[in-house]
């Protein structure tokens, strides 16, 4: 099996007047599919630009990227925001739910940037919303909702329309201990249980346990990778525990 996501050599360098910051200074990625990878490291240490580099959202000063076997690295604007729709999803770590939307309109929002009509998409925001436990809440205005509920909203929005990969930027930052835990249980096995690729951004070293992979990141570079293999994470954990239990 080939990685899903491969990076090389990625490097980024803003400038700030004078001033040249190598947000990243020659990083290698691999991520196999189905995997779930963590990229740990302190504030400034460039994950959220290595995130951005990866899904496409700025272009990197050097290296290379492939996803899915594409050099999404030499893509212009169109074809990336047509690469991401098609195969990307986005958790980010403020929600950025749309405000005048209720909670089902704005998870049924992929589906209609992929032309499903109003009744079929709905139906399915609807549906994915129950399976995560907020049945009650589909009518709710983002306002009207926790963040962990609102993160739920945010997650099924990633996932409703089936993309292989989901970017998730400290998806549970804003997010209280105990709500942070639950958040990363849904997300990882809602990812695991539709076979997709996870890599998320942390700080948080027991949010990396959750992962197959962790890629701890210091100063713009790899400092360490730690790969458990697949189903080694927390969720995958837990969940071989239970079917181990039902059969
Ligand atoms: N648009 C930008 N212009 C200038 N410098 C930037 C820009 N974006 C990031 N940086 C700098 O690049 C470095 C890495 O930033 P990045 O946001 O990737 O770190 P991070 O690990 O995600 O940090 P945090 O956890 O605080 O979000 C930092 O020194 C940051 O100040």
Redo the contacts with the bound molecule.
């Keep these: 099996m080939e990685p899903i996501i491969i990076a090389r050599n990625l490097k980024?360098t803003?400038?700030?007047g004078n001033t040249k910051?190598h947000?990243?200074a020659g990083v290698d990625i691999d991520v196999m599919p189905g995997e779930v990878c963590a990229i740990l490291?302190?504030?400034?240490?460039?994950?959220?630009?290595?995130?951005?580099l990866l899904a496409g959202l700025e272009h990197p000063t050097a290296g290379k990227i492939f996803i899915r076997k594409k050099p999404t690295y030499k893509m212009n604007e169109s074809e990336l925001v047509d690469f991401r729709l098609k195969h990307i999803g986005f958790v980010f770590q403020s929600f950025n739910l749309m405000p005048t939307m209720t909670a089902a309109e704005n998870v049924a929002l992929p589906l209609m940037f992929r032309g499903v009509p109003r009744a079929v998409r709905m139906k399915a925001a609807n549906r994915l919303l129950v399976e995560m436990g907020l049945g009650k809440h589909l009518k709710n205005m983002p306002n009207q909702l926790s963040g962990g509920q609102q993160q739920r909203v945010s997650i099924a929005r990633a996932i409703i329309a089936k993309p292989e990969i989901i970017f998730a930027?400290?998806p549970t930052g804003n997010l209280d201990s105990v709500t942070a835990e639950q958040i990363m249980e849904i997300m990882c096995g809602q990812v695991r249980k539709r076979g997709a690729t996870l890599l998320f951004?942390t700080?948080d070293p027991t949010k990396a346990e959750y992962a197959d992979q962790v890629i701890h990141?210091i100063d713009?570079k790899v400092a360490k990778r730690e790969r458990h293999g697949p189903a080694a994470g927390k969720t995958a954990q837990a969940e071989s525990e239970t079917q181990g239990e039902e059969t």
């Design positions: 980024k803003y400038r700030m910051i947000a990243l490291g302190t504030s400034g240490s460039g994950k959220s630009t290595l995130l951005s930027d400290e951004v700080h990141i713009g």
